[in-house]
């Protein structure tokens, strides 16, 4: 049977002054988006990777935490950092703490979680347009950089209005627009109406980026296609999978997708680790790269016990030796599954 997905031919699209290669970007992500992952994911082929979401207020305080959350590398760049706040002119005084640091400024105005939400920051902000145009307006007197907003449908399904959202941005200054079209009240269930994409494309002179459920090359072939957005953003698909940029890339090229073998799993695993190392040291490395690991490993032979074991690993050396292990077991069941012809 043919695929039902054609080849999408996408047209290279620039945010403001940034020129970016493809349509790929990877979703900022609290908690996991930091520059080792940053790092891993340019490497696939991701035009453009954005940070975790950067307190402003924290920002202006100096927060050695803060500031940690903006530290990138030539290798990851272009950069984009997206803050939260909810006040004009913190908002503007933490991009003055920024001006050597990332390419682009991003908005976040559709974070559901309560305690930024409490804050009057992230989704909140959807129920105060005004307050939305003077914060756009604030960021756009202060920054040259290219300027963003990432936003959700709307707080509840009462008050959907990512399309008059959508408009205010693009009136005080945004040069593109990021929508994950599920309300706040939503959080992550059902899934994302991409229809709302495809209308927030229609109703904007600038750029928008569609975010939400992309979790295959199909997936994502079909949402540049039924909605005419400009570019997609990966989240959670990304999850030990960074190959998924690869597989978009290849397959917007009209190439193959080429499945990763249990070595190759193991070397890009390896070298998250190794970056993750240099960037926070060994201690916090043990910890972190845990989940990742759970993450790499999914869908292998035995992988449930090697989470087990990953998970008590008391140094990186015995981390690194366990993944070896685990990864040449894979790669020799792969092998011995398909004897060379
Ligand atoms: C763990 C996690 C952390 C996230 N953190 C942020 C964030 O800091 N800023 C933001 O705008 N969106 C954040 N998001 C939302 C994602 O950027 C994305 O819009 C959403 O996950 C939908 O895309 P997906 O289905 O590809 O994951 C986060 C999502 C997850 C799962």
Redesign the pocket.
């Known amino acids: 049977m043919l695929k039902c997905v054609k080849i999408v031919q996408y047209k290279n699209f620039n945010i403001a002054s940034l020129k970016l290669a493809n349509p790929v970007l990877l979703?900022?992500?609290?908690?996991?988006?930091n520059l080792p992952y940053r790092r891993i994911m340019k490497e696939f082929g991701a035009a453009l990777v954005f940070s975790?979401?950067v307190s402003a207020n924290g920002l202006i305080r100096d927060g050695r935490r803060t500031l940690e959350l903006v530290r990138s590398c030539a290798a990851e760049k272009p950069l984009g950092i997206?803050l939260f706040g909810s006040e004009p002119g913190v908002l503007a005084a933490s991009v003055r703490h920024l001006e050597g640091a990332g390419d682009l400024i991003?908005l976040?105005l559709?974070?559901p979680v309560n305690k930024v939400v409490r804050s009057g920051a992230g989704s909140a902000l959807l129920r105060d347009p005004n307050l939305v145009a003077k914060l756009i307006g604030a960021l756009r007197k202060a920054t040259d950089k290219p300027l963003t907003v990432?936003i959700r449908s709307g707080w509840d399904r009462r008050s959907i209005n990512y399309l008059d959202i959508g408009r205010i941005a693009e009136d005080c200054g945004a040069d593109a627009v990021?929508l994950?079209p599920r309300t706040r009240a939503e959080g992550?269930s059902g899934s994302?109406d991409w229809e709302q994409i495809g209308r927030l494309k229609q109703a904007l002179g600038i750029p928008v980026i569609g975010?939400?459920?992309?979790f295959n090359a199909d997936d994502a072939l079909r949402m540049l296609q039924t909605t005419g957005c400009d570019g997609i953003?990966?989240?959670?698909?990304g999850y030990g999978n960074p190959w998924l940029i690869r597989n978009i890339l290849d397959r917007l090229a009209g190439q193959p997708e080429r499945p990763p073998s249990a070595t190759e799993k193991l070397r890009v695993a390896e070298r998250h680790l190794r970056f993750m190392e240099e960037d926070i040291g060994a201690g916090k490395t043990l910890f972190e790269m845990r989940k990742h690991l759970c993450w790499y490993s999914r869908g292998m032979a035995d992988a449930a016990h090697f989470r087990q074991v990953v998970n008590h690993a008391t140094s990186l050396e015995q981390m690194r030796s366990l993944m070896r292990n685990f990864f040449a077991r894979n790669e020799n069941q792969d092998a011995g599954h398909h004897p060379a012809t």
């Open positions: 979703a900022p992500m609290a908690g996991i988006s975790e979401m997206q991003d976040n559709g974070c990432k990021t994950h992550f994302a975010s939400g459920d992309i953003m990966i989240g959670r698909g």
